[in-house]
């Protein structure tokens, strides 16, 4: 096997895998990635690709237990040391909440990076390690991950319908765009074929807020009775800040690839079908 996926098990990592089928995937029973050694024994010459899918993204929790950033910042500087020396190319994906979320206009890959909380700086860290490490590397920011059988904001929502909420409260202030993981996985694959090296955005089309995916997804899931209230950030508060724009600009990967990414609604229709044949929230 010549191509590694890890972080097996997570959204991104099974939509890479369903892509492609021949790479050796490892999750965290095969491959702990905070385990240099361990490490070491995987990433070595005649491997081409590494698509780094591991990360720790519980946010609230990174504010208090800094272990995150073994995952998030110093694993990916070994990943990338590995990779140098082995000769092949790091895929690495990073965050929006780099970004102070600042309003204006979305995001460019050139824009001052300046995280508002802990999650962001260590994934912040990672990428810089990456970039700095002399090897290939593809670093990709993305924003609002969601996917069947995953811990995301969608099923979330869904299963309070499911449960019997009748009323939610959801953040109306925070814009971003949100991104279908067997999208950026496809994404990812196609910049790969590209040659892109650097810094790329990747996000469905079109900005919402967590209020305005909400009602979506509930509506369109068939929960259209459940009353969502749009509410400050404030009146919902959580230990890590979020950055109020997230919104990022994917006008290079558009040039990069000659596509644009379908809008986000579209990708929703989809990952609802799929979880309803599939069960999986």
């Not at 070595?44 to 946010?59: E, F, I, L, M, Y």
């Not at 990747?202 to 509410?231: D, H, I, Q």
């Not at 040039?255 to 579209?266: F, I, Q, S, V």
Request: charged share 25%; proline share 5%; with cysteine.
């Amino acid at each position: 096997m010549n191509e590694l996926i890890l972080g097996a098990g997570g959204m991104l990592a099974r939509g890479l895998a369903a892509l492609r089928p021949r790479a050796r995937a490892l999750g965290i029973a095969e491959l702990d990635v905070t385990d240099a050694a361990a490490l070491a024994r995987v990433i070595v010459p005649g491997v081409s690709v590494v698509w780094n899918a591991a990360a720790d993204t519980r946010v609230d929790l990174c504010e208090s237990d800094p272990g995150h950033l073994a995952v998030n910042d110093v694993a990916v500087g070994e990943v990338a040391r590995l990779c140098r020396d082995a000769g092949a190319l790091l895929v690495h994906v990073s965050t929006d909440y780099v970004f102070d979320g600042r309003p204006g206009r979305p995001w460019r890959e050139d824009d001052p990076v300046d995280p508002v909380n802990a999650y962001g700086r260590g994934k912040l860290g990672g990428e810089r390690r990456a970039l700095a490490s002399g090897a290939e590397v593809l670093v990709v920011r993305t924003s609002w991950v969601f996917a069947p059988g995953g811990v995301n904001f969608v099923d979330t929502i869904l299963g309070l319908a499911e449960s019997g909420r009748e009323e939610l409260k959801v953040v109306d202030d925070q814009r971003g765009r949100p991104t279908y993981a067997p999208d950026l996985a496809r994404a990812l694959v196609k910049l790969v074929g590209s040659g892109a090296r650097g810094l790329v955005h990747f996000a469905n089309a079109g900005e919402t807020t967590w209020y305005g995916l909400a009602k979506e997804a509930l509506a369109r899931a068939g929960f259209a009775g459940v009353r969502v209230l749009p509410c400050a950030s404030d009146e919902f508060p959580r230990p890590a800040a979020r950055p109020a724009n997230s919104v990022l600009d994917t006008s290079r990967y558009e040039e990069m690839t000659g596509e644009a990414p379908r809008h986000h609604l579209e990708a929703l229709d989809e990952h609802l079908r799929v979880r309803a044949e599939t069960g999986r929230a």
